[in-house]
């Protein structure tokens, strides 16, 4: 994997100073104003550099979307660009090159694509998690908005916090945790009962309030991002 | 005035020149008659430095005696990252000069009076108004840092005595007003002069407090802050010609709001596909159309220029223009996106052109040609073949931003190694500087300078192997009538002035 020099983080202005190599174009193989192909070992070296862009980009706390976004279409380029092609001419490199190729698209591309669109799929999710209105950070003015069209701007859409840790499977895991189904009546319901005098309800109904007050402080830590990722005490998910 | 971080600031005036390139009226004369632009003739006006503290600053004797407000300095002696500045504007007469920096302070420079005993000063900017703009924010609902750092700062057309700029970071814009007070109330009766309570028992006489004149003082206020309206991170603001409504974009949606009203603002192009895995596109900048009030233009990362009306629809969500140059399949690359994404776009002072920059070029438009620009003028093509370090180490998604002179005649914009170019648009020449300390020898022409592309390099020709991809010039600012001109670089804001011989 090529990764000659390391990778800095977004806010980081100081570059090192750094000499440029002349690199070679990639250039799309079936444009018939190509010369020649490029050698996919080039071709997945600039995909194994997205990759591990993309990755970076999503540990951010809050990711910058323009970059995001360009390095997620530059990824699809390259993909589509190793995925087989019956025009390429015909590579003087020997088979392990197609393999390469082959079990870099196997291994990574499903995971990848999987994750990627799970992952924009779920900034847009976390909007029903934060029902609270924001929190008042300057001079005391209320700013909530109430604009004169579309749904757009009432309903805020967040990025949320817990995807800058995550990558692929982690991220359905928690997700699964935090779903709408822990806010329904099986989860508040036996906390409310719990308080209203019942002789009857002996140590069942306390355990139960147990866990259920288990829950939400994990819930709640997890939405305040201070508790690293875990498995929550509880019947399982 | 030179100010240096770790020393007494003093004022080096050893490249001065006499006598400012422009006509007595202040209107500019054309960059290429003359001189032209090709021919070094721009000079050092001043270098200054965002103050970091406030015990370095030695009031010299001549200079402004106006107090600085403090209490927003800085402890370090050096200049830290906070110090970078992020955005350079001037306003609408030239006269002050606002700078933005990464630590959410906004400087505001003010031109040198001219005056009969000094003339020689009059170009000079010297330090206005300081004050804190923006705190860094904690959401704690998301878990996420706002940074407070000066994304952009846009001049309200100046009404009355107080001047008003809106200055934004990724998520709040807020209303300054930048006032100067030159007189106090004194003689009151129930407070002392020190402004503490005065028994009532001890006032035997009343007394009219009357206005005495003090020390001139310019206090900054926030007159207003615009909050919560935008999930995304706010790219650009833009003051409209009505005077009474301004935008703010994000990544993903441009808002309309009154600068009254600020609980509310209309969501005014909204590009948020349905599902997130879809989003393959986002806005890069917006600007108002500087006569019509109902037009504004927005550019995006694939490289198009949507021209919106806003008397159409309420929501923007067709264009009435769609700006876009097909690509030369000739040059055809895996980032030719990426080179292709708009980072600035400004309409030209007449209304009649926007140009837009691109990785690699600025492009001239006419508002009446939506397939390809009438202008393209190449930045640094040398750089072409680089595309995939560049992309390695980021540099490939700088955002360099672009200015037109007060005539529309010339164009400028940044590049590396502390390198600015700049472009005339009647002769077609151009012309590469340099703001950089080291060749900003007293007395001196900058030197234009050149980059060497292959082959033999000439004694002052820099070779691209060479260059400094850290030392970037992504913030330029260009007076509105005169040929002077305000270049950022790092933590340092060169003022350069064409000059006559």
């Known amino acids: ?237 | 005035m030179v100010l240096q971080p770790s020393e007494r600031y003093h004022r080096d005036w050893s490249h001065r020149r006499l006598g400012p390139w422009c006509s007595p009226t202040g209107s500019p004369a054309p960059l290429s008659c003359e001189t032209g632009c090709g021919e070094g003739s721009w000079i050092l006006v001043c270098r200054l430095l965002v103050p970091t503290q406030v015990s370095l600053l030695s009031m010299e004797e001549d200079i402004d005696t106006r107090k600085i407000n403090n209490s927003f300095l800085r402890d370090h002696s050096y200049a830290t990252e906070a110090d970078i500045i992020s955005t350079v504007e001037f306003n609408h007469t030239g006269e002050l000069l606002a700078t933005g920096d990464k630590g959410g302070r906004v400087v505001i420079f003010q031109r040198e009076q001219e005056s009969k005993n000094q003339v020689h000063r009059r170009g000079e900017y010297n330090v206005y108004s300081t004050f804190q703009s923006h705190e860094p924010e904690f959401d704690y609902l998301k878990s996420l840092e706002i940074e407070e750092k000066i994304n952009k700062i846009r001049w309200l057309p100046q009404q009355n005595a107080a001047y008003f700029l809106l200055s934004t970071n990724d998520k709040t814009v807020k209303l300054w007003k930048v006032s100067e007070r030159d007189k106090r109330p004194e003689g009151y009766n129930l407070k002392d002069e020190e402004g503490r309570l005065r028994d009532p028992a001890t006032i035997t006489t009343l007394r009219v407090p009357v206005l005495r004149p003090m020390d001139l003082m310019v206090e900054a206020t926030p007159r207003r802050v615009f909050a919560n309206a935008h999930t995304y991170h706010i790219n650009s603001i833009s003051v409209n010609s009505d005077y009474e409504t301004y935008m703010s974009a994000d990544d993903l949606r441009i808002n309309l709001w009154n600068f009254e009203i600020t609980n509310q603002s209309f969501n005014i192009v909204d590009i948020k596909p349905a599902n997130m895995e879809e989003l393959t596109e986002v806005i890069t900048a917006a600007e108002f159309h500087p006569h019509h009030c109902n037009s504004f233009v927005y550019s995006s990362s694939k490289g198009t220029i949507r021209l919106c009306d806003m008397r159409a629809s309420a929501l923007c969500d067709r264009h009435s223009k769609f700006f876009e140059e097909p690509e030369d399949p000739s040059n055809r690359s895996f980032f030719s996106e990426i080179i292709s994404s708009i980072s600035d776009v400004k309409f030209s002072h007449s209304g009649r052109y926007i140009m837009t920059r691109d990785y690699l070029t600025v492009k001239v438009w006419d508002l009446n040609m939506e397939n390809r620009p009438i202008e393209t003028y190449q930045v640094h093509d040398y750089l072409r073949s680089k595309l995939c370090s560049l992309y390695e180490n980021d540099c490939i998604f700088d955002k360099f931003e672009c200015v037109w002179n007060g005539s529309d005649s010339v164009i400028m914009t940044g590049s590396y190694n502390n390198f600015f170019r700049m472009f005339d648009r009647n002769t077609k020449r151009d012309v590469t500087l340099e703001a950089s300390r080291e060749n900003s020898k007293p007395r001196a022409i900058l030197k234009p300078r050149k980059v060497c592309v292959g082959g033999k390099r000439r004694k002052d020709e820099i070779s691209v192997d060479s260059l400094d991809f850290s030392k970037k010039i992504l913030h330029t600012a260009w007076h509105p009538s005169e040929n002077i001109i305000a270049v950022a670089a790092t933590n340092n804001l060169y003022i350069f002035q064409d000059k006559v011989n």
Not at chain 1, 35 to 44: H, I, K, L, N
Not at chain 1, 56 to 75: I, W
């Open chain 1, 1 to 237: 994997m090529m990764l000659s020099k390391g990778l800095k983080r977004k806010r980081e202005e100081e570059q090192e100073k750094e000499t440029l190599a002349v690199d070679t174009w990639w250039l799309d193989p079936s444009l018939p104003a190509v010369a020649q192909a490029p050698p996919p070992a080039t071709s997945s070296s600039l995909f194994d550099l997205s990759v591990l862009k993309l990755h970076h980009s999503l540990r951010q706390s809050e990711p910058d979307l323009r970059h995001l976004v360009l390095v997620v279409n530059t990824l699809r380029r390259v993909q589509a660009s190793m995925a087989p092609e019956p025009t390429l001419p015909p590579m003087p490199s020997p088979s392990a090159a197609p393999c390469v190729a082959d079990s870099l698209l196997a291994s990574s591309d499903a995971a990848l694509s999987a994750s990627m669109a799970s992952l924009l799929e779920d900034l847009s999710h976390i909007e029903g998690l934060s029902q609270a209105p924001q929190p008042l950070v300057d001079e005391g003015l209320p700013g909530r908005p109430a604009g004169g069209s579309p749904p757009s701007l009432g309903a805020l859409d967040l990025l949320g916090p817990a995807t800058g840790c995550l990558l692929d499977d982690e991220l359905e895991g928690l997700f699964e945790d935090i779903d709408t189904s822990m806010y329904d009546s099986e989860l508040w319901a036996p906390a409310s009962e719990a308080l209203k005098p019942g002789p009857e309800d002996g140590p069942g109904k306390e355990e139960a309030l147990e866990l259920d007050e288990a829950e939400l402080d994990y819930l709640l830590d997890v939405l305040v991002g201070t508790q690293a990722l875990e498995r929550p005490p509880g019947p399982g998910r």
